[in-house]
């Protein structure tokens, strides 16, 4: 295996050793803050998995049951296999960032992350291409049926924390990840101990109680998976818990020991991009479609559409207890009769 080095001459690589401590640092040098590798093998403890997806903790993401083979098993996904390159990025926040109780969750305050892992994984494997011509992968960000933290985890990145996030040494919980699965024969990492022990903060500081006795997340009642990947309506109950949350929920990040002091992520990822970052609840409310469009254009925050935007924006201006917000509701009301009866609700609650 051959490959050439900064100068233009050719160098032999001596061990699968060499090649692994290369592609890690090629990894730091196209913009990834930790690279691991797991084995393409099966997926352990995927079993449960399954019995997560068969107590319905899933909610309405159908696309979860879908190709289970796939998703526990990187070989199955890319044939050929033999190696998982996994690769986070960091999007802490700054010092000076917003407070807890914003309308828009971290992740998806900067560009959005998927575009950008995505172009630095091509990146890294136009590199590695250059290292050894053999090199086939392909590179997932949240692109295909992959169990990115159990692969993370395998890599030794982190430990998957009682939140479900997986927890980085020195980053803490708010990483975005990906991987490459490809042909190389690159040794496995040792996995990262849980260091969590009897710590329950995330569990116990979640708004609307989503976590079962297991530490299990029942998507059902999360904050993250009602303003994002439902599209119905949302139980009453549950919308009296959720704060004045848009777009995702950070809560039980921000109360993790493990990600107080942490440096501020990424530059591409972290801070808010106009027009979105900018945005208050009272514009939110007066968007029309091409607002909306405008507005999330790039960001992460399209997985929910503008339907699921407003309806999240009329809750939260009922959780605000906001009067001069009165007004605004009671003209989005005669403008979208369709979530007429939400709106009702919003204004009982504000005035009551």
């Known amino acids: 295996m051959a490959f050439t080095d900064s100068a233009g001459r050719i160098r032999i690589m001596s061990c699968v050793r060499d090649l692994k401590d290369l592609v890690k640092s090629l990894a730091r040098e196209a913009g990834f803050a930790r690279v691991g590798v797991a084995p393409a093998d099966p997926v352990p403890r995927s079993e449960d998995f399954r019995k997560w997806i068969g107590c319905g903790y899933h909610g309405d993401m159908e696309y979860m049951k879908r190709n289970l083979s796939k998703r526990v098993s990187p070989v199955r996904l890319v044939p050929g296999a ?16 917003t407070p807890s109780e914003s309308l828009i969750a971290r992740y998806a305050r900067g560009r959005d992350y998927h575009r950008v892992l995505k172009r630095r994984c091509h990146r890294l494997m136009d590199r590695i291409r250059e290292v050894d011509g053999e090199f086939e992968g392909r590179a997932f960000v949240d692109s295909a049926p992959v169990m990115e933290r159990s692969l993370a985890a395998l890599a030794g990145l982190g430990w998957i924390g009682k939140n479900g996030c997986l927890v980085v040494p020195g980053l ?23 260091q969590c022990y009897d710590c329950a903060k995330c569990v116990e500081a979640c708004p609307t109680s989503a976590f079962v006795a297991d ?15 439902h599209r119905g309506q949302i139980d009453p109950k549950l919308r009296e818990l959720m704060g004045i949350r848009i777009f995702g929920c950070d809560r039980c990040q921000e109360v993790c020991p493990f990600n107080q002091d942490v440096p501020a992520g990424d530059a591409e990822l972290v801070g808010q991009s106009p027009p979105l970052g900018g945005a208050g609840l009272r514009d939110i409310l007066t968007w029309d479609p091409e607002d909306w469009d ?12 503008y339907d699921m935007f407003l309806r999240n924006a009329v809750i939260a201006a009922a959780n605000s207890a906001n009067y001069s917000l009165i007004p605004i509701l009671e003209l989005l009301s005669s403008r979208l009769p369709q979530i007429r009866d939400l709106i009702q609700w919003a204004l009982h609650r504000i005035q009551e």
């Not at 190696?83 to 990025?89: E, N, P, Q, R």
């Not at 960091?90 to 000076?96: H, L």
């Not at 708010?174 to 490459?180: A, H, M, Q, S, W």
């Not at 530490?215 to 990947?229: G, K, N, P, Q, W």
């Open 172 to 194: 803490g919980s708010y990483v975005v990840l990906c991987e490459i699965i490809c042909n190389l024969p690159l040794e496995p990492d040792a996995p990262v101990g849980s």
């Open 294 to 305: 405008t507005a999330t254009r790039g960001s992460a925050t399209r997985r929910a559409n």
């Open 215 to 229: 530490a299990s997340l029942d998507a059902r009642r999360c904050v993250s998976y009602l303003t994002i990947e």
């Open 82 to 97: 033999r190696s998982v390159i996994s690769l986070a990025v960091s999007y802490a926040p700054d010092k000076e960032s």
